[in-house]
């Protein structure tokens, strides 16, 4: 969703608390080492379904559903009206009596639990998804279902259980009244050629029922995403005069596009340079659709998805780009789809540094994604300039036509970066944002370095102020306030005030601090590479990512999970001597060293030499593991000036005062 953007590459301004030292903070020689460094017992335990390795058991499994979709937008009422038919894979080692189903859009009836839990967010009351029918289809025959509907879910009690392997079909007839500019993530807003429709969680999804609880039944409060996967067939059928974008193949272009919106696109499948596929001059022009009347009825298809949104206007503009991706395998029967990069907003968005670029910034994000970390598996990326409710849904995003120059580069990368994560990397973000906010985060810092030469790097944020534009710097207000909550923390329960602070920057930022100050890039990216590759399409929970990363880099950094994740721990060190060994610095010098904090990251100490040259040593962190106090012996060489602790500022520290000493 929409973030805080990072500086150099990340920078935050959190929360403003003075350091102090809480009690308890600093460590007392090897019995408070052991509180640091003992074995770290992970909140799920290894079975035969989740390994100790954070690879999946011998025996994972999980469910899927399938949707067939048709839905139709009424503009003079903002309704929409669906059916769909859900075919529902039961692959788990048990019989299932019942199923349930998330009803995302009851988060807008009155005294929802979303409008006590989160009142500033939900302004706008509408009567929410009303179910009209509900029925089981067997052998072609429809039996009706009666569902017990609880604020944002819906049972289903089946007539009989649904045993392991098979599958059950269920038909439900459903319509809502689409929002009005909430800024969440469904709206309708005016442009001045017309409504834009941003389409989201606008339909009865399947609740996801796993291993670690069964069925995952939490009440949608604002917290986004926890859904299984499957192929998606959906129509959506709107006025004439409407162009419709959405996740997924476009399957019907002959039925809405006219040929010369035909022929555009197909010069921009071989086009790295944007291609207009509707203008300014289309939007006002009847004659740029295929008919002048009546509806048209729009047809995608999207594989292997956990969701599908799409977005809807008379007043959208159209461009698109290649992607250059290999080319997908078709669906038996249909020819090879292109794989384009694609924008959509109103007149009022275009702009040379505006929206007139959003394509192009869609095409890097996804191909910069791709070569970086794991291949984008579905035909299109779209982004569409609407409200701008900053929100990102497979193959498709929604950010804000008014949105312009590095704020649009920054909001485009970060909500296309989500396809990774928690789209292809499916984690239960209702309950750990922090793996989906934060590990997005993270790879989406690097992409502003990338791009153009770092036309838009480093990342800086307006509203945040004031930024030292180092994160080991900006950070420490959160490590030192007491208040704010640790990253394990169950997503509901972080206030508002340090969602971005912790899910999206802390998160972000140990990831960092993993690959660039313990682990090393090398290690680190090859690791993290795999870790998508293992868990694409899948659910891991934190346990299973602390164990993978264990695994396949080679080190226990239970200390480490602990220290920046369980808690909110910060690295001190002070240097408690500079001399020359036995009072003769032809024996060399040593450095005493202690470690006042508990998060003890690997720290450079570096010696500067009189004639301008410099020594560094890195001290490890296994050097603490039985004291807080070491003694670094260097090798005889020129004068000694001074000693430093952590002269590059890698390391959040929030005392300095001690790191550096200089010769008597």
Known sequence: MRY??????????????????????????????????????????????????????????????????????????HRLTGEETVTYTNNSPDSLDELWVQLDQNIYRPRSRASFANPERHAHTTDGAVIEQVTLIRNGHETLLQP??????????????????????????????????????????????????????????????????????????GQEFYLDYGDFDYTVTVPWNFTVVGSGALLNPADVLTPTERARLAQAAHSDRTVLIRTAQDVTDPASHVARNGEKTWHFRMENTRDVSFAASPAFMWDAARMDLPALKPAPGMPPTPRLAMSVYPREGQGAQAWDRSTEYVKHAIEYFSNQWYAYPWPNAVNVGGHGAGMEYPGIVFDGWQDRDAMLFWITTHELGHDWFPMIVGSNERRNAFMDEGFNTFIDA????????????????????????????????????????????????????????????????????????????????????????????????????????????????????????????????????????????????????????????????RLDYADGTHADQIIPTESWHLTDHITVNFPAGPAVLKATLDPDHALPEPDRTDNSRTMP
Not at 446 to 459: I, L, T, V
Not at 514 to 532: H, K, N, S
């Open 4 to 77: 805080r953007k990072l500086a150099a590459l990340l920078c935050l301004a959190g929360c403003n608390t003075a350091y102090a030292a809480p009690e308890g903070t600093m460590p007392a020689g090897s019995m408070e080492m052991r509180q640091v460094f003992d074995t770290l017992q992970l909140p799920d335990a290894p079975n035969r379904y989740f390994s100790g390795s954070g690879m999946p058991g011998p025996d994972y499994w999980q469910n899927r559903a399938d949707y067939t979709i048709h839905a139709r937008i009424d503009p003079l009422t």
């Open 148 to 221: 017990r509907v609880n604020d944002t879910r819906m049972q289903l009690a089946l007539p009989d259980p649904l045993p392991h392997g098979q599958k059950v079909q269920v038909r439900i007839r459903w319509h809502h009244t689409i929002p009005g500019t909430w800024g969440g993530r469904t709206a309708v807003s005016s442009a001045k050629d017309g409504d834009i429709y941003e389409v989201a969680q606008w339909y009865p999804r399947m609740s996801v029922y796993d291993a670690r609880r069964g069925w995952d039944t939490l009440p949608y409060l």
């Open 446 to 605: 690097y992409a502003s370095q990338h791009f153009n030469n770092g036309e838009y790097a480093p990342k800086k944020d307006p509203e945040f102020a004031p930024r030292t534009g180092r994160p080991a710097d900006d950070i420490i207000p959160v490590l030192t306030d007491p208040q704010a909550p640790p990253l394990m923390l169950t997503s509901e329960l972080v206030p508002e005030k340090y969602r971005h602070p912790v899910s999206y920057f802390k998160s972000a930022y140990g990831l960092m601090l993993l690959r660039e100050q313990i682990l090393g890039p090398e290690r680190f990216d090859a690791a993290f590479r795999r870790y998508i590759q293992v868990w694409a399409y899948r659910h891991p929970a934190p346990s299973d990512f602390f164990r993978f990363m264990n695994s396949e880099t080679g080190e226990d950094l239970g200390w480490f999970w602990r220290g920046w994740y369980f808690e909110n721990w910060w690295p001190d060190y002070a240097l408690t001597d500079l001399s020359a060994i036995n009072n003769d610095p032809r024996q060399g010098m040593q450095v005493g060293v202690r470690s006042k904090g508990r998060l003890m990251l690997p720290v450079v100490l």
